[in-house]
């Protein structure tokens, strides 16, 4: 496994507020608090880091104590972190609200990547970026930025993946040009946001990203597990039914244990096994990350789902 992996986009604080009863509206609600690294590219590089796969991230975090937490904690997973930037603000943060069964209610962000990872600072990093074998990056940047990965991509013959990340910001990916894209992984809604067209309908949807030059579209849709097209087939993987205790970052687990799977030169239908094994774990865990997975149980927990295969 030589291929190498670079994560592009925000990297937060995250503070999760488990509700102890059903959450209700418009008052004060008791509730337990955790605190971990976050943001979509951050939670994958750290899968990535503990699946010994030695990713590199370029991200903005500010200069504080928050950006010290992080170096530190995701350093110590294998992640390498020494062309981000370090910017004169607060590392960015994000806050959400979950009812006792981990569904979320409400949450916010706030994110400092819109306003550094600039397409001026990526074309000051060309020399970096090109080395890498596999680009994965989210939406959390600025369109411009989207597109000018888009664009070296394709120019230098590096697979690109798109995570999405929420329906407002995979929205930025709507007029974009996608040609060269490798794979792009939504939600149903999120989807529809991305295609923009005057369609519902799963298949038109897909096909009209296909038209604009991506490669695959790895529909995701919760408990009803996901769908990976391809131009020449469509494979379908159910989940089975476990405890949810938080559904905080099981796209972003999701998309690790894929891009695990590929870079371990597995069929297409393993992949997506590995890829909802520790989407599984995730949400029987609370947090984004699991911190206890490794290459090795990783593959012994899927046989516990997929013992068929």
Not at 21 to 26: D, S
Not at 103 to 131: G, R
Not at 232 to 243: A, E, F, W, Y
């Amino acid at each position: 496994m030589n291929k190498s992996v670079l994560c592009i986009g925000a990297t937060l604080v995250d503070e999760l507020y488990f509700c102890e009863q059903h959450c209700i509206p418009n008052t004060s609600n008791p509730a337990t608090k955790t605190t971990s690294i976050g943001g979509v590219i951050s939670n994958i590089a750290q899968h990535l880091g503990l699946l010994y796969l030695q990713p590199s991230l370029l991200t903005a975090l500010g200069s504080d104590a928050d950006a010290d937490f992080i170096i530190k904690n995701l350093n110590q997973k294998g992640i390498t972190l020494d062309q981000s930037i370090i910017a004169d603000t607060s590392t960015g943060k994000y806050v959400s609200i979950l009812h006792p069964d981990g569904s979320l209610v409400v949450a916010v962000c706030q994110d400092i990547s819109n306003s550094y990872l600039t397409p001026a600072y990526l074309a000051s990093k060309m020399e970096f970026i090109k080395t890498f074998d596999l680009l994965i990056i989210d939406t959390n940047i600025p369109a411009e930025s989207i597109q000018w990965l888009i664009d070296f991509a394709k120019s230098h013959q590096q697979k690109l993946i798109i995570e999405p990340v929420s329906i407002a910001k995979g929205s930025k990916l709507a007029p974009l040009n996608l040609d060269g894209v490798f794979m792009i992984t939504p939600n149903e809604d999120e989807l529809i946001a991305i295609a923009n067209i005057n369609s519902t309908n799963e298949t038109a949807l897909v096909e009209s990203l296909f038209h604009r030059g991506v490669q695959q579209v790895w529909v995701r849709k919760g408990n009803k597990g996901s769908v990976m097209h391809s131009i020449t087939q469509s494979l379908d993987l159910g989940v089975p039914k476990v405890n949810t205790i938080d559904s905080t970052g099981a796209g972003d687990a999701a998309l690790a244990g894929w891009v695990f799977g590929y870079l371990k030169d597995e069929n297409e239908t393993t992949c997506l096994h590995l890829a909802h094994t520790l989407a599984l774990e995730v949400i029987q865990t609370k947090g984004a990350v699991v911190q206890t997975i490794n290459s090795n149980n990783l593959y012994r927990i899927k046989n516990t789902y997929y013992n068929e295969y």
